[in-house]
């Protein structure tokens, strides 16, 4: 497992067709397997992880009679800036008769049961050939009031966590105002290196040309980067 492995996220609440799944997967160079064996799991891994492709099951939960939480959970993830645009592979037992999937959650493609798994590897193989994780995206669409504002991520210079808001402050001195969440949901959701937590209600980007590294500071046992903020003009401390 290297670092530059493209995870794709595979969620199927059938055992053997999940098993299926995950070893044509395994023998693909350069990607990783998260496996969620349940919804759950997938919402946490797709906050946790930065994933490439998800291969879903509508039905991810067996016990329930007319379950299609993979549908929701794939409505739910389309909801996320983050991967408001990454494909998403369908594999059931079901046929999708009005193509749904297709013009509700845009998926890439839709398998029903018995598939041919070259088929499915094409389609894998097809989608990673463009997913680049050496390199960082250099943008970001935030959705606001149901319309995307995209920003360029290498204008941000600090970002305010509110009460109810968040306010990201650009380098020509204008102001975006996005819905709330938590700085850890952000800095996830954003994923950039350069971004980085001050305390829990600041976040700055230290590669931007208005902060300058000062020194260091020790308190309290930890090693502090300094960094002064030349255009707003405040000193921040990096741990």
């Known amino acids: 497992m290297k670092m530059t492995?493209?995870?794709?996220?595979?969620?199927?609440?059938?055992?053997?067709?999940?098993?299926?799944?995950?070893?044509?997967?395994?023998?693909?160079?350069?990607?990783?397997?998260?496996?969620?064996?349940n919804v759950a799991l997938a919402y946490q891994y797709s906050v946790k992880y930065n994933i490439a492709l998800f291969i879903l099951n509508p039905i991810l939960n067996n016990k329930i009679n007319g379950d299609l939480s993979g549908i929701e959970f794939a409505q739910n993830i389309r909801m996320m800036e983050?991967?408001?645009?990454?494909?998403?592979?369908f594999v059931s037992?079901?046929?999708?008769?009005?193509?749904?999937?297709?013009?509700?959650?845009?998926?890439?493609?839709?398998?029903?049961?018995?598939?041919?798994?070259?088929?499915?590897?094409?389609?894998?193989?097809?989608?990673?050939?463009?997913?680049?994780?050496?390199?960082?995206k250099e943008s970001h669409c935030f959705k606001i009031n149901g319309e995307l504002y995209p920003l360029k991520l290498k204008n941000i210079v600090w970002i305010e966590n509110k009460t109810t808001t968040i306010v990201i402050h650009c380098s020509d001195r204008s102001t975006l105002e996005v819905p709330y969440r938590s700085t850890r949901q952000l800095l996830m959701e954003l994923n950039v290196k350069s971004l980085k937590k001050c305390n829990k209600n600041t976040v700055v980007?230290?590669?931007?040309?208005?902060?300058?590294?000062?020194?260091?500071?020790?308190?309290?046992?930890?090693?502090?980067?300094?960094?002064?903020?030349?255009?707003?003009?405040?000193?921040?401390?990096?741990?």
């Open 93 to 136: 037992n079901l046929l999708d008769k009005k193509s749904f999937a297709y013009e509700n959650i845009h998926c890439y493609q839709y398998f029903q049961r018995p598939y041919e798994e070259k088929e499915l590897k094409k389609a894998v193989d097809k989608i990673l050939k463009f997913y680049d994780t050496t390199t960082e």
């Open 82 to 89: 983050r991967y408001y645009l990454t494909p998403i592979i």
């Open 205 to 239: 980007n230290i590669e931007t040309e208005f902060f300058t590294k000062v020194g260091l500071y020790f308190g309290n046992g930890k090693r502090w980067d300094c960094f002064i903020c030349m255009l707003w003009g405040f000193l921040i401390n990096i741990w």
């Open 5 to 37: 492995d493209k995870k794709v996220l595979v969620a199927d609440s059938d055992i053997s067709g999940s098993r299926k799944i995950i070893e044509i997967l395994s023998g693909m160079q350069g990607v990783e397997v998260v496996h969620a064996k």
